[in-house]
């Protein structure tokens, strides 16, 4: 993954630039990743708010997780893409969409989480590490 790379939303009304190598790129099973995606995972870049900069509006809506701490899901007013998250249990990361980025041919994914709630028709045979929930640490 480059150490600068960029992305948005389907119209290009909200984009993104970040200066940073992601801290995680992972698969998300998780049943509201399911549920807002349409699919059984979301695929996420885990990266520094300070080396990321977000221009153009967003809606959000706020769900609890697991944790009972808030995740903001921010979308495109426009077009509806999902573009990003913010988690109260990681304050200093936002969370961006892979199927956001303008290139997400170098993506090199870390790890599987919550893969409890894994569609059982889903098999995992790429070798990564998979969590139930979120790893620790």
Same mark, same amino acid.
């Given at each position: =993954?480059?150490?600068? !790379?960029?992305? *948005?939303?389907?119209?290009?009304?909200?984009?993104?630039?970040?200066?940073?190598? %992601?801290?995680?790129? +992972?698969?998300?099973?998780?049943? $509201?990743?399911?549920?807002?995606?349409?699919?059984? +995972?979301?695929?996420? #870049?885990?990266?520094?708010? &300070? /080396?990321?900069?977000?221009?153009?509006?967003?809606?959000?809506?706020?769900?609890?997780?697991? &944790?009972? /701490?808030?995740? /903001?899901?921010?979308?495109?007013?426009?077009?509806?893409? *999902?573009?990003? #998250?913010?988690? $109260?249990?990681?304050?200093?990361?936002? +969370?961006?969409?892979?199927?956001?980025? $303008?290139? @997400? &041919?170098?993506?090199?994914?870390?790890?599987?989480? !919550?893969? @409890?709630? /894994?569609?059982?028709?889903?098999?995992?045979?790429?070798? #990564?590490?998979? !969590? @139930?929930? =979120? %790893?620790?640490?």
């Amino acid at each position: =993954m480059p150490d600068a !790379f960029e992305g *948005g939303c389907h119209c290009g009304a909200v984009r993104y630039q970040c200066q940073a190598t %992601p801290a995680y790129t +992972f698969y998300c099973h998780c049943s $509201d990743c399911q549920r807002t995606t349409g699919s059984p +995972f979301s695929m996420e #870049l885990m990266v520094e708010r &300070s /080396k990321t900069e977000i221009s153009g509006r967003t809606s959000e809506y706020v769900i609890a997780a697991g &944790s009972g /701490k808030p995740v /903001k899901r921010h979308f495109c007013p426009a077009c509806g893409s *999902g573009v990003y #998250l913010e988690c $109260d249990s990681d304050p200093d990361y936002y +969370f961006l969409k892979v199927g956001s980025l $303008d290139d @997400a &041919s170098q993506i090199k994914p870390d790890m599987h989480i !919550f893969t @409890a709630a /894994k569609q059982p028709w889903i098999e995992i045979s790429d070798g #990564l590490p998979q !969590f @139930a929930g =979120m %790893p620790e640490g």
